[in-house]
Each structure stands twice: as structure tokens, then as C-alpha cells.
């Protein structure tokens, strides 16, 4: 791995000498400012250092408590900005019916000279931020203007990669939704502005017609989407794995591509995507211009989430916090 140019330590890790960590929460993470462009541009700037190998990302282990749960551990280092970090989330489907979220989590930043823990972050805020940022990362690099958008589950991720749909593609014209919840769904199509808006029937009415299809569904549907009726050139962007899109969905595709095949290759076959295709190419080398994605066909990109697009995204808050002031400062170790 070569090392960081010099210029890549400004701002990030240079905190005062003594123990001082720095805790932002929510509120403080949202006080903050950023924009979508700016989360979207951390994320891809990732990417590139990936397609560079200059990233470390193991694939994330697993614990559960519970059968419906899961906790992952998710370290990175990203040597072309020097960046380190790790995070802790948990995702439980109970907590609905609790009236809790269904994501916790932290995220912990390290110096990458010391490894003197430097930040602790909200990893509920981050998780949510960056996983439609990844989908914007797709869609940056995905030709093709788009009119109809169609999105499968309507909670708070639903939500955000409607606002990162609008972002990369201020053009869409028609916003559809589905959701087991009418108030969820109505909720999101009250965001989208002065487009057409329909609250769809089921999940298959949804995808009617859409060139660009999205998947936040935390309980897989039976039967699942083949996507057949969607947009000949479609992308699809199944956010839960393989919740909602069948695995012929998978198979049809003009093209498949992951995030990142060794962390894809951790599972595949024997935790999830079991009879699945093998992707041909993985987003870093889309973003790196290594692999030029079809203008033709409907298009798939299952991105798993990685813990470099949290590392990176906490690093860039950390910056904006640090020069802000924003956020709390606690004695530790």
C-alpha cells in the first residue's frame, strides 16, 4: 500500500495532543450542514481510492441476539486519505413495533498515526446518510436520463434515496411507492415536490414501467419481484439484498455488479444470494472507468454496504465538527 501524500492528513486526525474525544450526536451531526453532493462526492472519492487498492475493508462478521437481529463489526482504513475507523451497528426488526429505530450504532475513528481513538459518531446517522449516498455513487455512473421512480418500501431509507434520486436525477418526472404502511407511503410521496405521485397497489404495480427501481424493504416478500414489467433499461437498486427482487431478477440482468466481491463472496451461497449469478464486474472498477456499464438492458447493482463508505463519511463530519465546533468533548482514554 503507498503511502498517503502529505496533504491528506489536513484537517483529519490533527486534534489537540491530549485525550480529548469527540462525540457528536444526532443533533449535532445534523447541525453540521452537509449536502447530498458533498456526502455522495466522500463516498465516491472512496470508491476511487478503492479501485486503487489502496483501501482495506474485511468482510463485516456477524453477531445476533436474537433471530430477527443482527450486529456487525465494519473496520476500514483508507490509505489514500489515511483514514481509520470502525463501526458497530445493529439492526433489529422488532424494534417497530417498539417504536424504536430498527438501526443503532456507533462509529469510532482512530488517528491513523497513534490509533488514539479520536471520535465517536452516531453510526444510526451515518448508516443512514451513506447508503443512499452508494446508491447516488451508482447513479452517477449509470447513462441515462430518468423519468419514472419507483421505490419498494417507504421507511427512513426509502425516504432518503428518494432525496438522493432527486438529487442525481432532478429530471424524474413520476415518483410511485409502496409500502405495507399507506401513512409511510404517503409520507414519502408528500416529498416529491410537484411530481406526479401514485401510491401503488402492491409491490409488482410499483415497478410498472420504472427505469429506476429501489428496495428498502426489511421483510422479504413473498412472491418476490422478477422485475419483468419494469423499464427495458432499468436500473435496479435492491438496497436489502434480496428482501424484495427475485433471483431471476439477478439472472435476466443486462449486467450485475456489487459493491465488493470479496465482501459479496463472504456470503453468497451459503448466508444469502444462494443459485445467484456471479457479478461481473464490483462498483469501484465502475466508478475507476475500468468497466463501462451497458446504455442497453436493465442494469442491477446490490450494493452490501461497506465500512469504508462509513469511515469516510465520519471522517468528512469529523472535519466539518472539529472546524465548527459542533459536538462534545469527553476525556478518554
Same mark, same amino acid.
Do not use: W
Given at each position: 500500500m503507498h503511502p498517503p501524500h502529505e496533504s491528506a492528513r489536513e484537517g483529519y486526525g490533527e486534534t489537540m495532543s491530549t485525550n480529548q474525544m469527540l462525540v457528536l450526536n444526532r443533533a449535532d451531526l445534523e447541525?453540521?450542514?452537509?449536502t447530498w453532493k458533498e456526502i455522495i462526492d466522500s463516498i465516491e472519492g472512496a470508491f476511487k481510492e478503492k479501485a486503487q487498492g489502496l483501501v482495506q475493508n474485511p468482510p463485516k462478521p456477524k453477531v445476533a441476539s436474537r433471530d430477527d437481529a443482527f450486529i456487525h463489526a465494519m473496520p476500514a482504513y483508507l490509505g489514500g486519505s489515511d483514514k481509520i475507523g470502525i463501526k458497530w451497528?445493529?439492526?433489529?426488526?422488532q424494534n417497530h413495533a417498539k417504536g424504536l429505530?430498527?438501526?443503532?450504532?456507533?462509529?469510532?475513528?482512530?488517528?491513523?498515526?497513534t490509533g488514539r481513538p479520536i471520535a465517536l459518531i452516531d453510526g444510526g446517522w451515518i448508516t443512514e446518510m451513506r447508503t443512499p449516498a452508494v446508491s447516488g455513487v451508482t447513479m452517477r455512473h449509470?447513462?441515462?436520463?430518468?423519468?419514472?421512480? /419507483?421505490? !419498494?418500501?417507504?421507511? !427512513?431509507?426509502?425516504?432518503?434515496h428518494l432525496e438522493v434520486a432527486l438529487e442525481e436525477h432532478p429530471e424524474l418526472t413520476e415518483v410511485v411507492a409502496f409500502d405495507r404502511s399507506p401513512e409511510a407511503t404517503q409520507r414519502l410521496l408528500d416529498m416529491a415536490g410537484d411530481r406526479v405521485t401514485r401510491a401503488a397497489t402492491s409491490p409488482t404495480d410499483c415497478v410498472e414501467g420504472a427505469d429506476l427501481v429501489i428496495t428498502t424493504i426489511t421483510v422479504a416478500l413473498d412472491?418476490?419481484?422478477?422485475?419483468?414489467n419494469t423499464d427495458d433499461n432499468a436500473l435496479l437498486?435492491? !438496497?436489502?439484498?434480496?428482501?424484495?427482487?427475485?433471483?431471476?431478477?439477478?439472472?435476466? /440482468? /443486462?449486467m450485475y455488479s456489487v459493491d465488493d466481491l470479496g465482501q459479496y463472496g463472504s456470503v453468497a451461497g451459503r448466508?444469502?444470494?444462494?443459485?445467484?449469478?456471479?457479478?461481473?464486474?464490483?462498483?469501484?472498477? !465502475?466508478?475507476a472507468g475500468e468497466y463501462a456499464v451497458p446504455t442497453t438492458g436493465r442494469r442491477m447493482f446490490l450494493n452490501m454496504g461497506l465500512a469504508m463508505d462509513d469511515v469516510a463519511l465520519s471522517a468528512l463530519v469529523y472535519d466539518r465538527a472539529m472546524a465548527a465546533?459542533?459536538?462534545?468533548?469527553?476525556?478518554?482514554p
Open positions: 447541525a453540521i450542514g452537509l451497528v445493529a439492526g433489529y426488526e429505530p430498527y438501526i443503532y450504532g456507533v462509529v469510532i475513528l482512530n488517528d491513523s498515526e449509470v447513462a441515462g436520463a430518468k423519468k419514472r421512480l /419507483a421505490i !419498494v418500501g417507504c421507511g !427512513v431509507q426509502g425516504r432518503r412472491p418476490k419481484l422478477d422485475c419483468r437498486l435492491p !438496497v436489502d439484498y434480496d428482501d424484495a427482487m427475485a433471483t431471476s431478477a439477478f439472472h435476466e /440482468a /443486462a448466508k444469502y444470494f444462494f443459485d445467484f449469478p456471479e457479478p461481473v464486474t464490483h462498483l469501484a472498477q !465502475v466508478v465546533g459542533v459536538g462534545s468533548h469527553i476525556e478518554f
